[in-house]
């Protein structure tokens, strides 16, 4: 693959959010995918084990300057059909390339600012490929970005601890007398489940500020898709007392289809007439 080259569709078929994608209408479906395997490419740049240190850093700098210069002409059509803040890639490319080398955040507030670059930034980019007018879905994507990453970093705990990385913050883990050492040799102390929890919560606290504007609700369908998604998966690690060192939680594909038909049909409730919501009741006058 060249420095400027993102992955093939193929690469686009097997995460919840391609699975949320597929509802789009086909126009936007083929943009929003696009944009997608930007972020796919952008991410594994960042972690594949094949490119060394320096050559990760080099191509993401590529990249980076590439939001100026010109990107590769497909990504580059799909900056300007959609107004997209040139910005928000750079934010996405940064994030990624924090993540070359293992790295700790001191506090929460840091934490924030990484979630921003590698899921809000993405969110507020999608808003604008999704067709969405109302101002008030950006603050939606920006508490959904925060809810779906909090939700990634306690699922993928034990697989990011393989390779030395702690995304939880370290004030989190001195407030709740966990240890480095304890996540990373995959053997938690009796303080761990209460530092899980409370991640959890902040998580939930995420996903109950990220209410879908009314004039955008339809439009904004694959994100309330991956907002239930994500919340079964927190609900599940929950219920199994947050098995986050021996699995990855997921979802079943019919599980990940209940979320599309309860997302679907919220929407269609919204958008139906009285007299056909009230299932023959009579209508008013």
Same mark, same amino acid.
């Given at each position: 693959?060249s420095?400027?080259?993102?992955? /093939?569709?193929?690469?686009?078929?097997?995460?919840?959010?391609?699975?949320?994608?597929?509802?789009?209408?086909?126009?936007? =479906?083929?943009?929003?995918?696009?944009f997608?395997?930007?972020?796919?490419?952008?991410?594994?740049?960042?972690?594949? /084990?094949s490119?060394?240190?320096?050559?990760?850093?080099?191509?993401?700098?590529?990249?980076?300057?590439?939001?100026?210069?010109?990107?590769?002409?497909?990504?580059?059509?799909?900056?300007? =059909?959609?107004?997209?803040?040139?910005?928000?890639l750079?934010e996405?490319i940064?994030?990624?390339?924090?993540?070359?080398e /293992? #790295?700790?955040?001191?506090?929460?507030?840091?934490?924030? #600012?990484?979630?921003?670059?590698?899921?809000?930034?993405?969110? &507020?980019?999608?808003l604008?490929?999704?067709?969405?007018?109302?101002?008030?879905?950006?603050?939606?994507?920006?508490?959904?970005?925060?809810?779906?990453? &909090?939700?990634?970093?306690?699922?993928?705990?034990?697989?990011?601890?393989?390779?030395?990385?702690?995304?939880?913050?370290?004030?989190?883990?001195? #407030?709740?007398?966990?240890?480095?050492?304890?996540?990373?040799?995959l053997? /938690?102390?009796?303080?761990?489940?209460?530092?899980? =929890?409370?991640?959890?919560?902040?998580?939930?606290?995420?996903?109950?500020?990220?209410?879908?504007?009314?004039?955008?609700?339809?439009?904004?369908?694959?994100a #309330?898709?991956?907002?239930?998604?994500?919340?079964r998966?927190?609900?599940?690690?929950?219920?199994?007392?947050?098995?986050?060192?021996?699995?990855?939680?997921?979802?079943?594909?019919?599980?990940?289809?209940?979320?599309?038909?309860?997302?679907? &049909?919220?929407?269609?409730?919204?958008?139906?007439?009285?007299?056909?919501?009230?299932?023959?009741?009579?209508?008013?006058?």
């Amino acid at each position: 693959m060249s420095a400027l080259e993102i992955l /093939p569709a193929s690469s686009a078929r097997s995460s919840n959010l391609a699975f949320a994608l597929l509802c789009l209408p086909r126009g936007r =479906r083929a943009d929003a995918i696009l944009f997608y395997r930007f972020c796919r490419t952008i991410d594994d740049i960042a972690d594949r /084990p094949s490119l060394g240190l320096e050559e990760k850093k080099a191509t993401l700098a590529a990249w980076f300057l590439a939001i100026e210069t010109g990107l590769p002409s497909p990504l580059e059509a799909l900056v300007e =059909r959609h107004s997209i803040d040139r910005a928000l890639l750079g934010e996405i490319i940064q994030g990624c390339a924090s993540d070359i080398e /293992p #790295r700790r955040f001191d506090s929460a507030t840091a934490l924030e #600012r990484y979630c921003w670059q590698v899921a809000c930034a993405v969110g &507020l980019v999608s808003l604008k490929i999704f067709g969405c007018h109302d101002s008030c879905s950006e603050a939606y994507a920006v508490h959904l970005g925060h809810a779906l990453q &909090l939700t990634n970093i306690l699922r993928d705990i034990g697989e990011d601890a393989r390779q030395g990385r702690i995304y939880l913050p370290l004030e989190d883990l001195a #407030r709740f007398k966990v240890t480095e050492e304890e996540i990373l040799s995959l053997q /938690p102390g009796p303080g761990i489940f209460a530092l899980l =929890r409370y991640t959890a919560s902040q998580a939930r606290t995420r996903f109950a500020a990220a209410v879908p504007p009314e004039k955008d609700f339809e439009r904004l369908l694959p994100a #309330r898709i991956m907002s239930a998604v994500y919340q079964r998966i927190l609900d599940r690690m929950e219920r199994e007392k947050f098995p986050v060192f021996q699995k990855r939680t997921g979802l079943m594909p019919h599980e990940k289809l209940a979320c599309i038909m309860g997302a679907w &049909l919220a929407g269609f409730k919204k958008t139906a007439p009285a007299n056909h919501r009230s299932f023959g009741a009579p209508s008013g006058p």
